[in-house]
């Protein structure tokens, strides 16, 4: 039985399948990106920013990105194609965050590592310190 879906474009209900988007969507995603891609290939315009390829292409910004994000445009052959990183804005071109936020939050994550591994080796010590208690006084009995 066909699974039916929202498309994320539009929401039209749609039969699901490969793609998140309906046939439609798709069709005018497609052409989008060959706007995009025709306007890329001419050599004057490899070099274009994001911003500067939807005021020549009226491409939304965020379908671009999706093109980046998905490597259907390489920013080794379009050195200035590029998406905000998410927290701080600068350009990327693969991932969410840039490098720099990449490291903080992995810095991040190891200070809460860190920090939880000392209150487990606490817990952990009073645990056995319990238990020593308890022997002693099973001792005395
Ligand atoms: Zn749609
Ligand atoms: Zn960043």
Do not use: W
Not at 2 to 22: M, S
Not at 66 to 95: A, D, M, W
Not at 99 to 110: F, R, S
């Amino acid at each position: 039985m066909a699974e039916l879906a929202n498309c994320t474009r539009c929401d039209t209900v749609f039969v699901k399948g490969l793609r998140d988007i309906c046939n439609n969507c798709y069709k005018k995603e497609e052409a989008a990106f060959q706007k995009v891609y025709g306007f890329l290939r001419i050599r004057k315009n490899r070099e274009a920013t994001l911003i500067e390829i939807v005021e020549a292409t009226g491409v939304e910004e965020t379908l671009i990105t999706k093109f980046v994000k998905e490597k259907r445009l390489h920013p080794t052959q379009f050195p200035n194609l590029g998406y905000p990183c998410e927290k701080c804005g600068i350009t990327i071109s693969s991932g969410k965050l840039c490098i720099a936020c990449t490291e903080e939050l992995k810095k991040e994550l190891t200070t809460y590592e860190e920090t939880e591994k000392r209150l487990e080796e606490v817990r952990l010590r009073e645990t056995s310190l319990a238990n020593t208690y308890y022997s002693i006084e099973k001792h005395k009995k």
